[in-house]
């Protein structure tokens, strides 16, 4: 599965690691669940059940770009979230609540692990999580759209305030990372094309295998 | 913030493959898991190490890596504190409602004490993490259980497996192919001309051995009463051949097996030559970006079931009930550091957690040398990997040595380099020099008498090798097994089943996971 892949010449179609990071509880899965099945649930657990999922959006009448999105499962939480994570990750939303200020120092440091240690063209950007909350009460916002816009900038990263909630922003988020990607080269390695083709397929011959075996 | 649960019903020490495995597995089940490893990466013992973390490792001195732990333990206190003194100030700003308010500056970190590995294997973060070096490299048998219960759990989908190129075997000095079908048979220089009648029909009885069938057993064999020394005389197997079946197809490194019975060796000369079939060139897979990949993928399957990791945190002590069974586990909080106790009534946690303990006794030791060239290995046909076996009696020895050879094919290193393992079990623990017995290892790898070109590398390290007293069901404590010398991965399975039917007393059956990606 190399990408970008050309199907025609006026078609373009390109496949994307996009990783999820920051604070437990900023809305991370919310923000992808949002953007994938277009639903939200006010009660939602910690994410459970679900490694990753896709979403393939039109940028235009001839190019598709399709995100393979990873949550962390959790893995975060505890600082344990394995390098694998964002190896070959073509982009990140990094979330902060902006209701929690201390949610943006820890967004922060995302970002600057990101920088030092995955794809030197990884495209970042930063997701102010929980829109609505400050819509209906202003006095909630703990973190200055001007503050988080600045440090954006400082660090080139994309910046937008989203609701999970409400569905602000979630699509342009989104939107604006895939119109960033390098779609026209063939840029750095995109979901799961490691191998490019030359990995072994398991499933050959597995399943005449598994009726001989009485284990 | 939602913080660890007061009780789970496993708590498992360590995240090497073993451990990593068993957590997924019984995450998958439903049960609630809590993983905790010392170290700051996945994988213990089975770990692939980046080449700084390398450098930590086999460079750095004691002193070294004792000050960079109270390094990190610093910057995380400054971090926390910074954090905590901004949220106030922040906090009191808005209060006052002033607009002006800014972070403070923060505070300068204190320096790294060790060196950074040479300028040629990188200088940055980014770099040093192009490199993947398995602490103990094995490759995985393609029709082996591991392959298997990566297939099953679904785990495949999320990683990649490369066919190993070539399976050889020295005789005299020189690397041969090891044949393992007839037609292979009849040209390989390893098989006499007088033996290739003989090896073929025993490749040709293996291909076809089925269990169930007696017309496809071997007349006057017994596979539960003949020795495997009784089953080659049987087939006409003269010495040399017997030799490089046993060692390069059972692969067994010494030769304790002759006389044991027949069926555990013929099994596994099938399980090479099954192995084989599936992708041609070598029985061996191995994945994408080395073996940490294995425990990392186990440890996220883990964590989409629910269950909790936690780095950097060391077990302090296991706690036991009034019948002297396990009633919780203490530890430093993965981030507050806090004492904490949670409660559970089964620990898995690997054999290191027990150094010096009675729990677990030495098997054994090896010396294995993890080295960096800048060549590819002679005699292989310029294999971009490969395992090269040494038989044990090609030099006076009575155990094999084992060679593993890997390329940036597998992205486990830069361009241009390649890494070579070198490893035996060490036979004259007292000589004072155990690293000389794998001098022809290193003969083979053209690093002979030490020599050693300007930008390759050799970390040498001898491992001890443990297995537990116990069974742990006495008081719920279940002990893994060190991972062994072999070259694959079966032993490791081996004992993630026995584990799995220890603590919960029936056999192990892995739930498949078909789910596709979500669209």
Not at chain 2, 397 to 425: E, H, Q, W
Request: proline letters at 5%; a negative charge; one cysteine or more.
């Amino acid at each position: 599965m190399s990408h970008p892949r050309a199907s025609t010449q006026s078609q373009r179609f390109a496949q994307f690691k996009l990783v999820l990071l920051g604070e437990s509880a900023v809305g991370k899965s919310s923000l992808v669940l949002r953007f994938v099945k277009d639903q939200f649930d006010d009660y939602r657990e910690s994410t459970i059940g679900a490694a990753f999922l896709t979403q393939t959006i039109a940028l235009d009448e001839t190019t598709t770009v399709k995100f393979e999105i990873w949550d962390t499962a959790g893995q975060e939480r505890y600082k344990s979230l394995a390098p694998m994570y964002y190896r070959n990750a073509n982009c990140a939303v990094v979330v902060y609540d902006i209701t929690q200020s201390s949610s943006l120092d820890k967004a922060k440091a995302w970002v600057k692990e990101l920088q030092r240690q995955a794809n030197e063209n990884i495209v970042i950007a930063l997701a102010g999580n929980k829109l609505d909350i400050v819509t209906g009460d202003p006095s909630k916002r703990a973190v200055e759209t001007v503050e988080a816009e600045a440090y954006a900038k400082e660090a080139g990263l994309l910046f937008f305030e989203t609701s999970a909630k409400t569905a602000q922003n979630v699509k342009d988020l989104f939107t604006a990372i895939a119109k960033k990607l390098p779609l026209d080269q063939p840029g750095p390695r995109g979901a799961r094309p490691g191998a490019g083709g030359r990995g072994v397929d398991l499933k050959g011959g597995m399943a005449a295998q598994q009726q001989g075996c009485n284990c | 913030m939602e913080d660890l649960n007061e009780e789970y019903d496993v708590v498992v020490v360590g995240t090497g493959l073993t451990e990593c495995i068993l957590s997924g597995v019984f995450g998958s089940e439903g049960k609630k898991v809590l993983n905790i490893d010392a170290n700051s990466y996945y994988g213990g013992e089975s770990a692939s190490l980046n080449m700084f973390d390398m450098w930590k490792k086999f460079r750095w001195s004691d002193e070294e890596r004792r000050k960079e732990e109270e390094r990190k333990k610093e910057i995380e206190q400054l971090e926390n504190d910074e954090r905590e003194a901004e949220d106030k100030r922040r906090a009191a700003a808005k209060e006052a409602g002033d607009e002006s308010y800014k972070p403070a500056p923060k505070a300068p970190r204190p320096e790294q004490v060790g060196p950074n590995p040479p300028e040629v294997f990188g200088t940055d973060a980014r770099a040093w993490n192009q490199w993947h070096i398995s602490l103990t490299p094995k490759f995985l048998m393609a029709d082996g259980e591991l392959t298997r219960i990566l297939h099953q759990t679904g785990v495949t989908q999320y990683i990649d497996l490369l066919s190993v190129h070539g399976s050889f075997v020295v005789k005299k000095g020189v690397p041969s192919r090891v044949p393992s079908t007839r037609v292979e048979a009849v040209k390989s220089p390893l098989v006499s001309t007088m033996q290739k009648y003989y090896m073929q029909n025993f490749l040709q009885f293996i291909a076809s051995y089925k269990e169930d069938d007696p017309s496809t057993h071997k007349k006057g064999l017994d596979l539960d009463t003949n020795t495997m020394r009784e089953a080659y005389e049987i087939f006409g197997l003269d010495s040399w051949t017997s030799e490089f079946i046993g060692h390069a197809m059972a692969l067994y490194a010494e030769d304790s097996y002759l006389d044991r019975p027949a069926r555990e060796p013929i099994e596994r000369i099938i399980l090479y030559v099954k192995s084989m079939a599936r992708f041609g060139n070598s029985p061996y897979i191995f994945p994408l970006y080395g073996l940490g990949e294995l425990p990392e993928r186990f440890s996220f399957l883990s964590a989409v079931y629910g269950g909790t990791y936690a780095l950097n945190t060391p077990l302090q002590e296991i706690l036991y009930d009034d019948a002297g069974k396990v009633s919780g586990v203490r530890f430093p909080h993965p981030i507050t550091k806090k004492d904490t106790v949670v409660k559970t009534k089964k620990v898995i946690a690997d054999p290191t957690y027990f150094l010096g303990t009675e729990r677990i006794r030495p098997v054994g030791k090896l010396v294995r040398a993890i080295c960096v060239l800048q060549h590819p290995v002679d005699g292989t046909d310029g294999a971009e990997s490969a395992q090269i076996i040494i038989p044990a009696s090609q030099m006076g020895r009575k155990n094999d040595i084992y060679i593993s050879v890997l390329s940036s094919v597998f992205n486990v290193c830069p361009k241009g380099f390649y890494l070579a393992s070198v490893s035996t079990m060490i036979e004259n623990p007292d000589s004072g020099n155990p690293h000389a017995e794998l001098e022809p290892g290193f003969e083979r790898l053209g690093l002979g008498a030490g020599q050693l070109g300007a930008s390759e590398e050799k970390f040498i390290q001898e491992v001890d090798l443990y297995e537990p007293v116990e069974d742990g069901t006495r008081d719920n404590v279940f002990i893994s097994r060190s991972y062994d010398s072999t070259t694959h991965f079966e032993t490791c399975t081996d004992d993630v089943k026995d584990i799995y039917k220890r603590v919960e007393g029936k056999g192990l059956v892995i739930k498949e996971r078909k789910d596709k990606a979500e669209e």
